[in-house]
């Protein structure tokens, strides 16, 4: 059967979709690299709510799609910027996600990472000593449930900032409490516009000298950093400087096989957004890598690049609306409705694309679904065969 996908242009072009998926299991732990998937949370279709309702979250579904993902061996980044963090999901619905997922995780023996950051906080300018209030009570809250804490970046601490020595204030004070070595989390603005300046300066070079000096002076507190600032330069240059035994886990879901493949002097970890639909085909080539086959785990994760960088293309925020609906042609859910009412921030045809570039990998473990779930969509914008 032919789909007619529409184009950019508003031109419809035929796509014959394929019929097999790929032959894809759970496996063997991994070994040589320590790899997160940003998960995507769930929205309860049937919830009488509204864009700026607090977010109804479908627990079940959400739940059941981290259990997937635990099974292919990856891990969960749990309430980070994935699962609608501040466009669509509150502090409430995060704790509240918090929990169940860290108890979710004990349950099956999943690896799991939460997300720390002060979005409890009103939007009226806060004070620094409101700002480490807000960090210290999600910290509580994570490692209450037992998962290890991913320090995110602050729109508070953005605004309030007078400088990098407020950033070393801050953080100083959150990591010489901390129970357990922390995840330091840099989004940059392309991923949140509020981060701009962040550590201190718009100059990245300079920001980059802040953020190592939180590190170095806290080097036993720090298990990794995540970096998302989509410059595969400058994350190899950062990684280089990071003191021994500090982790960096790429966030550069336009560079991420090379930066996980490495070179002579390293290599970066993950923790990626685009993990979430991309989840057991990079647990394929992790293990592949894990066998010292370098060439072999690029040969399954270059191909996917071009999806990848399509979700996340300008304005990268919107990447989540991509993710959800892969997540529901693949069968995970069982509607393409979002937290916020995000489902309508890509258009036709940048959703189109994204199915085609899916479904060309063999992502959806039943195309003939996806194929039919397509053409709904199709059909409820007005295109008709």
Not at 56 to 80: C, I, N, P, S, Y
């Amino acid at each position: 059967m032919t789909l007619h996908l529409p184009d950019a242009h508003g031109a419809l072009r035929a796509y014959e979709p394929r019929t097999e998926p790929l032959a894809l299991t759970p496996g063997t732990p991994f070994t040589s690299r320590t790899v997160f998937s940003a998960a995507h949370v769930v929205a309860d279709p049937y919830a009488d709510t509204t864009p700026d309702s607090p977010a109804a979250v479908d627990w079940d579904a959400t739940l059941a799609f981290r259990r997937h993902l635990w099974a292919h061996g990856l891990g969960v980044a749990e309430a980070m910027d994935t699962a609608q963090r501040g466009m669509g999901l509150d502090w409430a619905g995060a704790a509240e996600l918090i929990r169940r997922s860290a108890a979710e995780a004990k349950a099956t023996g999943g690896r799991i990472a939460c997300g720390v950051g002060t979005d409890q906080l009103p939007g009226a300018p806060a004070t620094l000593a409101e700002v480490r209030t807000a960090y210290e009570e999600q910290l509580a809250v994570v490692e209450e449930s037992g998962a290890r804490a991913i320090l995110m970046a602050s729109r508070a601490l953005a605004a309030t900032a007078r400088g990098p020595e407020d950033y070393l204030e801050v953080y100083g004070h959150l990591l010489r409490q901390a129970a357990e070595p922390v995840i330091l989390h840099w989004l940059g603005p392309m991923f949140d516009p509020a981060l701009e300046g962040y550590w201190g300066s718009s100059d990245l070079d300079t920001a980059t000298d802040t953020f190592l000096d939180v590190i170095a002076a806290h080097p036993d507190k720090v298990d990794g950093i995540k970096v998302s600032l989509l410059d595969a330069r400058r994350e190899v240059a950062l990684r280089r400087r990071l003191p021994q035994g500090v982790r960096c886990y790429t966030g550069d879901d336009f560079h991420y096989p090379e930066l996980i493949a490495g070179d002579e002097q390293g290599f970066s970890h993950a923790l990626l957004g685009i993990f979430d639909p991309l989840g057991p085909l990079a647990a394929e080539a992790v293990r592949v890598l894990d066998t010292g086959n370098t060439d072999g785990f690029r040969a399954l994760l270059d191909p996917t690049v071009d999806l990848s960088r399509h979700l996340f293309q300008t304005p990268t925020r919107f990447y989540k609306t991509g993710v959800v609906l892969l997540a529901w042609l693949a069968g995970h859910q069982s509607h393409f409705a979002m937290v916020g009412g995000l489902q309508s921030a890509r258009s036709l045809p940048h959703l189109a694309r994204a199915y085609e570039l899916a479904d060309r990998l063999g992502l959806f473990p039943d195309p003939k679904l996806a194929e039919d779930r397509m053409r709904t969509l199709l059909h409820l914008y007005g295109v008709t065969p």
